[in-house]
């Protein structure tokens, strides 16, 4: 990882924990009937016995999954980045977040577009959030959010925003559910911060050449990827043979790519990201580079990315 997203990480790190510790307190689990008289109180009773058999099932369950906590059973805090979102009935929505500990979870938020909702816009994609959460058997349930990073900037710049956007469905795409993945999450933190102070379009081809990587694909380009020729000029990139081609081996297939392309490649994939944001190459370097990352990370997911056609 280069010094600059190391360091912005680093500081994502300790607002992070603040705000962790600012949540305050749990809201009760259950809340008192004001009726209670009669039928009402037998009702009552037995939906809280209900209830109660419910939380305790759900704790048994947390306990062998091995679930962090808070002294209530079920309930969880964490942070994460909001991927995405779909509408649910008429005023809910499923939220999918890729979090710091729980891994990517997709929970319920009730109520969140009804006008003065609690959550106000703190669940929209590419927000960075400390929140709080009832774990359910599939979706979990968001009961308390705060905002970490707003993001301001890529959220009023569309083509800063649709940067984002095609980082968060790359992200969608290789994170798993529940599974934690700690890399991933500080990757996609750093650049969005980064994005967001410092606006280039090489962030976002940098983030998906960076999460091949995590996913175990490193192109060579120090050499022809097929035949091993070292001294030859390098002239295509294939993605099949995994690397760069010469002159010769490129006849048999592969994509042309421009010097200055590969050699900014070369700078990413080898943590020098800093030297290409100090030094940008020109906007059809950039677009070369970016359009080589989202070629690649499509043919190792095996998907499309839908939001690289905004690009
Ligand atoms: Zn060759």
């Known amino acids: 990882?280069?010094?600059?997203?190391?360091?912005?990480?680093?500081?994502?790190?300790?607002?992070?924990?603040?705000?962790?510790?600012?949540?305050?307190?749990?809201?009760?689990?259950?809340?008192?009937?004001?009726?209670?008289?009669?039928?009402?109180?037998?009702r009552t009773a037995k939906r809280l016995r209900l209830r109660r058999a419910a939380v305790a099932a759900r704790a048994n369950a947390s306990t062998k999954s091995g679930l962090i906590t808070l002294g209530r059973v079920g309930l969880y805090r964490d942070q994460g980045v909001v991927l995405r979102t779909i509408?649910?009935?008429?005023?809910?929505?499923?939220?999918?977040?890729?979090?710091?500990?729980?891994?990517?979870?997709?929970?319920?938020?009730?109520?969140?577009?009804?006008?003065?909702?609690?959550?106000?816009?703190?669940?929209?994609?590419?927000?960075?959030?400390?929140?709080?959460?009832?774990?359910?058997?599939?979706?979990?349930?968001?009961?308390?959010?705060?905002?970490?990073?707003?993001?301001?900037?890529?959220?009023?710049?569309?083509?800063?925003?649709?940067?984002?956007?095609?980082?968060?469905e790359a992200t969608d795409q290789v994170a798993q559910e529940r599974q934690r993945n700690l890399a991933?999450?500080?990757?996609?933190?750093?650049a969005l911060r980064t994005l967001d102070s410092r606006p280039s379009p090489v962030i976002a081809a940098a983030f998906f050449w960076k999460l091949l990587s995590l996913e175990g694909f490193h192109p060579m380009l120090d050499g022809c990827a097929r035949c091993g020729a070292e001294s030859q000029p390098l002239v295509a990139l294939d993605l099949v043979e995994g690397g760069a081609l010469c002159e010769d081996?490129?006849?048999?297939?592969?994509?042309?790519?421009?010097?200055?392309?590969?050699?900014?490649?070369?700078?990413?994939?080898?943590?020098?990201?800093?030297?290409?944001?100090?030094?940008?190459?020109?906007?059809?370097?950039?677009?070369?580079?970016e359009r080589l990352a989202i070629d690649a990370v499509e043919f190792h997911s095996e998907r499309r990315l839908r939001s690289a056609a905004l690009l």
């Open 1 to 42: 990882m280069n010094d600059d997203l190391s360091r912005s990480l680093a500081a994502a790190q300790g607002t992070c924990a603040a705000h962790a510790h600012s949540l305050g307190e749990l809201p009760p689990l259950t809340r008192a009937s004001g009726a209670s008289e009669g039928e009402e109180d037998v």
């Open 87 to 168: 509408k649910l009935g008429e005023a809910d929505r499923i939220v999918t977040i890729l979090t710091q500990v729980n891994g990517k979870i997709r929970a319920v938020a009730k109520g969140v577009r009804k006008t003065g909702s609690r959550f106000g816009a703190r669940l929209e994609p590419t927000r960075h959030v400390a929140l709080q959460c009832y774990r359910g058997r599939e979706l979990d349930v968001v009961t308390q959010v705060e905002t970490i990073d707003a993001f301001r900037r890529i959220r009023e710049d569309y083509g800063l925003l649709t940067h984002a956007i095609s980082m968060l």
């Open 184 to 190: 991933l999450y500080r990757m996609l933190v750093g």
């Open 249 to 289: 081996c490129a006849r048999l297939g592969g994509r042309r790519v421009s010097p200055e392309a590969l050699a900014t490649l070369g700078m990413i994939v080898n943590d020098n990201l800093r030297q290409v944001l100090a030094g940008p190459p020109p906007a059809d370097v950039l677009e070369e580079v």
